[in-house]
């Protein structure tokens, strides 16, 4: 039982710094295009016509599809595999969900 709780704890803990990584690489790696809350409103952004990452058209991907498009690239992005770690790219596939405020 002591174990448990100590698991628990831990596990707890260990959720915002996960969520801190996730979104210090994508401050690092996407918010000069996608901006800070994912509209795609930047200069670069705009040019480029990104769709929001808080759309339905984006969030009713699936996992393994946004993971491709961050690894692969698409379109004028470019690919990531060779600069994110699998986790890294995870992490950001979580992050672009929970840039969709909760209704």
């Known amino acids: 039982m002591k174990k448990t709780t100590i698991l628990a704890l831990l596990l ?4 915002p ?4 990584a996730d979104n210090a690489v994508y401050k690092a790696k996407c918010a000069a295009c996608h901006g800070a809350e994912g509209d795609g409103q930047t200069t670069m952004g705009k040019k480029m ?5 808080r759309s339905p058209e984006v969030q ?3 996992n393994a599809e946004l993971t491709k498009i961050i690894a692969d690239g698409k ?3 470019p690919a990531y595999k ?5 986790e890294e790219i995870k ?7 929970e840039l969709v405020p909760n209704k």
Do not use: I, P, Y
Request: aromatic share 4%; no cysteine.
């Open 12 to 15: 707890t803990a260990a959720m």
């Open 75 to 77: 379109g004028k992005m």
């Open 49 to 53: 016509n990104l769709r929001d990452l």
């Open 17 to 20: 710094l996960a969520a801190a």
């Open 60 to 62: 009713k991907q699936s």
């Open 91 to 97: 992490g950001l596939v979580t992050f672009m969900r």
């Open 82 to 86: 060779t600069k994110l770690t699998a």
